[in-house]
């Protein structure tokens, strides 16, 4: 199911952003697309988040802290 959605790659100061369930801006300049999608740091799964439609990924479920 993970599989079919897409993958966002955070680094850093996002990531932990991210975790502690805070939205973050999507880096411009890469192919974004609304709805939901996996996000990892690295290999590693932080879990499932939203993209909006002004640019912000939001947690959705988290599944590493």
């Known amino acids: ?3 079919s959605l897409p993958m966002i790659v955070l680094d850093g100061e996002k990531t932990r952003r991210f975790t502690c369930g805070n939205p973050i801006d ?3 300049g890469k ?3 609304e709805g939901k999608c996996r996000v ?3 290999d590693q799964l932080l879990g499932v988040g ?3 439609a002004d640019g912000k ?3 959705r479920r988290l599944v590493c802290s």
């Open 40 to 42: 990892y740091q690295a």
């Open 26 to 28: 999507v880096v411009a």
């Open 50 to 52: 939203e993209i909006t």
């Open 57 to 59: 990924l939001s947690p």
């Open 31 to 33: 192919l974004v697309v």
């Open 1 to 3: 199911l993970l599989q």
